[in-house]
DNA sequence: GTCTATACTTGGATAGAC
DNA sequence: GTCTATCCAAGTATAGAC
């Protein structure tokens, strides 16, 4: 699967609806008969578009990550400040969330990993390493800007708050008032700001 | 399923292989041949023990529930200050992932918990529900004491922390050189200790 | 590009012998 | 309590008509 390939209109309608699906019940959990009753379309001609089941999950993770590359250069444009990227970012995720509760799509596969094609978990993989060093960079500014203290490397005040957004939603999907991921990140940001 | 039923030397061994099946590879990610194969017995013997795949699940649930709380209380009499208490308790989930990456029996369960029967839904919001529960506890000894301080209120720190615990080994998965639960906590710490 | 039809496999579950 | 045998449903995938 070429990641620059346009997807005609109905891969994108099962491509959309396959994401949901994921973030709602992982990959483990539906089937392409569900794909088949959301698109309106028989299970033969979702293979027409994707090959395997594989093959759409690919597809699903490398749209995704393309989706979040961009929003990540939105973020690094409109704030300037390591707290104020640190916020937008864990918007990101909180707007993911209060969508019916979904998960990110790399969180539920990565929880799913081991079972999951070689090349599904790289696909996830890849989708923590650009989160992690994107954040790793505005953590390093922060620091060296003094709009970030801590005793810590930002490398892994990066791994660290991304852990913890992921873990918010899902945690979060089994309590009855969550705090979600944008004030779990505040509350993490007012331990880095003195 | 009652929670006291004592289990007959099969069944254990059934509902040991079946929790180590979740945490690898989730609930929806393995089969009654799976376990079969495991444990040398035939998927018609499982059903003997248990019922049906949900069965089991609950069964698994309520044990590792049963075996956390009990790790809670020796927890809380071995260590008297918050600080302490809470790197034990971050060590919890430091021991399960560091055994081949397994993640906490609820924390898969929560990400897949859309494609969940009720019965075993609810026995995973019950384990989350009794882990803040106790880090609310905990944490609101800490700021009363001195021993932590922070401006958000401890059912607010407890369910991030929580989060971040989850987060730090679904996240971990994926990363060559994870940081882990137990470093991922000390992160968060040493934001409430200054 | 979408359909019907179908092949093949796996998964959960049950009946009944031992 | 464990087994063989079997049922039925669901899941992935393919062939071939339209």
Redesign the pocket.
Known sequence: MNTHTEL?P??QRIADVAQALVQEVGYNG?????ISQAV??????I???F????DLGVTVVQRYTGQFEEALRQVQKQFSSAPERLLAYADLFETTFQNNHHLCVCGMLGAESNSLDASLKSEVKRFFQINVAWLNHVMDEGLASGSLRSPHHAKVLAETLLSLLEGAMLVGRSMSAPIGPRHACEVFLSGLIH
Do not use: N, Q, T
């Open positions: 005609s109905s891969a539906f089937s392409f008969e569900h309106g379309m028989r299970k033969a001609s293979h027409h578009h090959g395997s089941k594989v």
